[in-house]
């Protein structure tokens, strides 16, 4: 039986503006199991753990990831190509993993190249600010925003489900498209 977001153990990588409000969203609301994030800085790791933004949170993206049912890799566009490569040995099968990046074919290529079993989808929150940062994140920016999900050939119905899940849960409208 495939896993709802309930039982999930999400880990967002990038705790800025966006990735930051969406951990705001999931642990306010319950939303799922477990809140976990991962930052390059100590100062930011530790500021989303005292804002109860997390459950749990670390510099160490491989730590980061370890058994997480979920990734989100929340970091800028240009660095999400590198993240995938980094963490993709610590990938479990089954786990479902997301960019929130504004652009699709490099990093869905990208994706496609992950272990076999890991549950790769293209994400394109349609939201956000001006301004970055942990320090102006806020529960609720994904409200009736549209969230683009991409899938790729491999990526399974039940992982599809577990992002439109996702994305309803924290109030985004969902919407399904190729790469």
């Known amino acids: 039986m495939p896993k709802q977001l309930k039982d999930c153990s999400i880990t967002v990588i990038g705790l800025g503006l966006m990735g930051a409000s969406l951990c705001l969203d999931l642990k306010q609301g319950g939303l799922c199991r477990e809140v976990r994030g991962v930052a390059r800085r100590t100062v930011t790791v530790l500021e989303a753990f005292f804002a109860e933004a997390v459950d749990l949170a670390t510099n160490d993206p491989h730590t980061g990831v370890l058994g997480a049912d979920i990734v989100i890799l929340a970091t800028p566009v240009r660095t999400i190509v590198n993240m995938l490569e980094e963490i993709a040995p610590y990938l479990q099968p089954g786990t479902m993993i997301m960019d929130m990046g504004s652009t699709k ?68 409208r969902p919407i399904v498209l190729e790469p």
């Open 105 to 172: 074919a490099e990093i869905c290529a990208a994706m496609d190249q992950l272990p076999a079993g890991v549950q790769p989808i293209g994400g394109h929150p349609m939201c956000g600010k001006e301004t970055s940062g942990l320090d102006v994140a806020e529960p609720g920016l994904y409200h009736n925003a549209p969230w683009v999900l991409t899938p790729l050939p491999r990526t399974s119905e039940s992982a599809i489900t577990l992002a439109r899940e996702l994305a309803q849960a924290v109030g985004a």
